[in-house]
């Protein structure tokens, strides 16, 4: 996961340094690009491609790629990937950043209008939490929560 090197790096300082401490949080780009101007955080990730001109910055080395998680037991679940007809007529949830920035509308291309969205997270792990109540399918980055063997995990098509 893109983030993985960023984990690792913290680890690597905490041993280091025992005295150090870490208080990660998640946000949207705007809260953390609020912080980062009023000096709150010492470094943010923002995922996407936007311009951050008054920020030092690197590229983390992987990409994030998105995927739906559902339950094993729906009718699409033990398919390789996911087509855009799939989701039609399911509820679907994802990112509040995803649903603004309009990330699946190019991926679905004119079945856009026909999918339903019928919320938003901005924790992927309580995006699961409605997956596993059968309330919805998630629409999110991968690995960025533990999906057990029972559930489905799939790429788009």
């Not at 509308?105 to 999918?115: A, G, I």
């Amino acid at each position: 996961m893109g983030i993985m090197p960023v984990m690792e790096t913290a680890q690597q300082i905490m041993r280091q340094y025992p005295d150090v401490r870490v208080n990660l949080r998640s946000a949207d780009e705007e809260p953390i690009l609020a912080d980062l101007d009023a000096g709150i955080l010492e470094f943010g990730i923002i995922k996407g491609n936007r311009p951050l001109n008054n920020y030092n910055t690197l590229v983390l080395p992987a990409k994030n790629h998105w995927c739906a998680i559902m339950r094993a037991d729906e009718p699409f679940a033990q398919q390789e990937k996911i087509r855009p007809i799939d989701l039609v007529g399911r509820p679907l949830i994802t990112s509040r950043q995803a649903y603004k920035h309009g990330l699946f509308q190019k991926w679905s291309n004119t079945l856009y209008d026909q999918l339903n969205f019928v919320g938003t997270f901005n924790l992927a792990f309580n995006g699961s939490l409605l997956v596993k109540t059968r309330a919805a399918i998630a629409l999110l980055y991968d690995q960025l929560v533990d999906v057990s063997p029972a559930s489905g995990f799939r790429p788009p098509a």
